[in-house]
């Protein structure tokens, strides 16, 4: 009797037992689902900046400085040991001072239309990063250098539909093998006008002046201003007097050809818009000329001559954050529908990804400057996953596949990783990181030693020597791999080892997302 009341006392606890467990399994289940259902598993909202990547940090840092190595005119607090004054006469003949700006790449020419692509990135890169380049100590000379250019480009806009695009003959510039210090050649200048339109190139510097007025709008507002207004009158000498640059200057098609200026104009619309905060401009990219330029649905690569997917990365920011009356435009939806449409073709795992990539992952479009894609794609897909971080957007559905922002991270740091060393040829494509890198760049001033007194012709023995460049070109981003990722370190094989100054501005903003974590603002205002 005692016996059975002792076993009937032990199965009432265990059935006890089991019925707790389940209801707690239900509840849990429950609770599981319901914040699935609710947030669709949004991560937490990044804070300040958080634990430093010392790698992307320590990148970062080398990055920089080739920006300063590219710089023209009176240098001012100069760190590179084997750089000085140059082109300090540039624009004199039409009573302009043209001295500063960047050189394009291992040449001497001022390029103006990829040269306000990378202001354009150096500023985006500093709205949406500045605080975590300010935790490297990154910010400054970030800024530094941006000035560097826009201080050009406003000089370079004299009058409201005159922009000077471009410094130097690219013919008697490539002609010579010398450093920058001893340029002795004419430097003729090229500018488009009302009867010489060059849309394309008057929008891009409109953008750059734009974005670079927010850059400076607490620190510098009177500067702000003067940017803001060039950018302005820029976008209307750029819309109302149409035609591409290429047609109107067929000579510079042959280093820098424009495919077409709508884009550019939505870019530097965009830019406007988030600026000033003027209905004008939303309505620019929302009504026609979104119809007529969008291409809405059709991903495609961002790089200095295409700037689509840029702009609809940018314009989704205020479907993300913009107030009702904006982020619910169904036109602007379109501009996000194909930000995502840009990502998933990016994400390695996605029923729609790119089949354009080499063995080991790297996004691969182009054989000439190879790295340039794959970077400013890495740039985009970064940027686009804090946006969604930051709004508590869960994940993008790619053909029915969802995917989360910690998979665009991934993918963003896989192409960085690439680039700094994780490839086969076990080679860092920034040249000064890592042991490994480029000993051949092809670059003037890098291949030149600083007392060298070579005039232009001799000055070729420098490109054909067999020893390694007696300056290293820290920070340069080269070319990169080809498609089977064979790289050929030599001087002469430009295809690969030239580096460019829009490159680095690429390089500069993906690291400067990568080097930590943070929230991005939602609104540059």
Request: hydrophobic share 40%; glycine share 8%.
């Amino acid at each position: 009797m005692g016996e059975k009341n002792k076993s009937r006392g032990w199965c009432g606890w265990f059935l006890a037992f089991i019925v707790l467990a389940a209801v707690a399994f239900a509840l849990f289940f429950t609770l599981r689902q319901k914040f699935h259902k609710s947030d669709s598993g949004a991560a937490p909202i990044p804070g300040p900046p958080g634990a430093i990547t010392k790698k992307y940090a320590d990148a970062l840092k080398i990055a920089t400085q080739f920006l300063d190595i590219q710089k023209s005119g009176k240098l001012v607090n100069n760190q590179i040991s084997w750089r000085g004054d140059s082109a300090l006469k540039d624009g004199n003949q039409e009573n302009l001072d043209l001295s500063k700006g960047m050189y394009d790449a291992g040449d001497h020419v001022k390029f103006g239309f990829p040269m306000a692509f990378t202001a354009t990135l150096l500023s985006w890169s500093i709205l949406e990063y500045g605080d975590q380049m300010k935790a490297v100590d990154q910010l400054t000379p970030v800024q530094d250098s941006l000035k560097w250019i826009t201080d050009y480009l406003i000089n370079a806009h004299p009058t409201d539909n005159v922009l000077y695009i471009q410094v130097g003959s690219p013919e008697a510039d490539h002609s010579c093998w010398v450093r920058p210090e001893a340029i002795t050649e004419e430097r003729p200048l090229t500018q488009v006008n009302t009867s010489s339109p060059g849309t394309e190139v008057a929008a891009e510097t409109a953008a750059a002046l734009a974005s670079a007025s927010l850059v400076f709008r607490t620190t510098d507002s009177a500067y702000s201003g003067s940017l803001l207004k060039h950018a302005k009158q820029l976008f209307t000498f750029a819309d109302k007097y149409r035609g591409s640059y290429s047609v109107s200057i067929p000579e510079v098609a042959t280093y820098y050809n424009s495919t077409g200026y709508g884009d550019e104009l939505l870019w530097a619309a965009s830019w406007l818009y988030h600026a000033t905060g003027e209905k004008s401009y939303f309505d620019y990219v929302t009504g026609k000329s979104g119809d007529d330029f969008g291409n809405w649905g059709s991903p495609t690569w961002f790089s200095w001559d295409n700037k689509l997917a840029g702009t609809q990365v940018l314009l989704s920011r205020a479907s993300f954050f913009g107030a009702k009356d904006v982020s619910n435009s169904n036109v602007l939806q379109k501009y996000r529908e194909t930000a995502e449409a840009v990502m998933c073709g990016l994400l390695p795992k996605s029923p729609t990804a790119t089949s354009s990539r080499t063995k080991n992952g790297l996004v691969w479009i182009s054989q000439w400057n190879a790295l340039q894609h794959p970077v400013a794609s890495a740039f985009l897909a970064v940027i686009y996953s804090d946006y969604m971080l930051s709004s508590r957007t869960a994940r993008i559905s790619c053909n029915g596949n969802s995917f989360r922002p910690l998979d665009l991270r991934k993918f963003a740091i896989s192409q960085a990783d690439y680039v700094l060393g994780d490839n086969p040829m076990k080679m860092s494509y920034l040249v000064g990181y890592g042991d490994k890198y480029p000993q051949y760049v092809h670059h003037r001033g890098a291949s030149i030693p600083a007392d060298d007194k070579s005039d232009c012709k001799e000055g070729f023995k420098w490109l054909d020597s067999k020893e390694p460049n007696p300056n290293v070109a820290m920070g340069a981003l080269v070319g990169g791999p080809f498609l089977n990722e064979s790289f050929v370190d030599s001087r002469n094989n430009s295809m690969q080892t030239e580096p460019s100054t829009y490159n680095s501005a690429v390089i500069v903003g993906l690291l400067s997302g990568l080097v930590t974590t943070s929230s991005v603002v939602q609104s540059f205002l």
